[in-house]
């Protein structure tokens, strides 16, 4: 009898060992709740698309013009191309998957801002996860560029490329 006693108290001391475990873990996971999320650095949230590959948002109590890095999206407002073959599809794209107001995690790359003075941005759905630059290209809506140093995400991009043309999509289909 008392062998039985002396592994339940074991037990009751192993349950109070995990309960506090579980406690202490629900504790730091509730202070990674989506307030700290939205004070970090890397949150933004848009305030306009201004063409396939650039948006306007709001960062750190400012709003700033960004260059989606690694991607190139037909031209709607260049003042020497005029509007490229699926510019304003690709822009409509973008005003589609980044409706004002859409809460984003943004990650910059080697170099912060271009010689026009916007910034270098991944940009990334907070509420989806979906990594927009990439998504541009997987659609056919984008082509891979690169903007040396930037250049993480360039294998991502040369394969959505690869993939979008072998499906025929987007760019790969209306502008041949």
Known sequence: M??????SMRMHRSSHVL???LFTYALLLSSCGNDSLTN???????????????IDISIGGKTER????GIDTPETKHPTKGVECLGPEASAYTEQLLPKGTALRVERDVEARDKY???LLYVYIERSNVFVNLDLVMNGYARPMVFEPNTAHMADFAQA????ELRNVGLWQACR
Do not use: C, M, W
């Open 2 to 7: 008392i062998t039985v006693i002396h592994t």
């Open 19 to 21: 309960l506090l475990f």
């Open 40 to 54: 970090s650095p890397n949150s933004a949230t848009v305030k306009e698309v201004i063409d396939g590959d650039t």
């Open 66 to 69: 960004v260059r989606l890095i």
């Open 117 to 119: 003075g916007r910034l």
């Open 161 to 164: 490329a690869t993939q979008a």
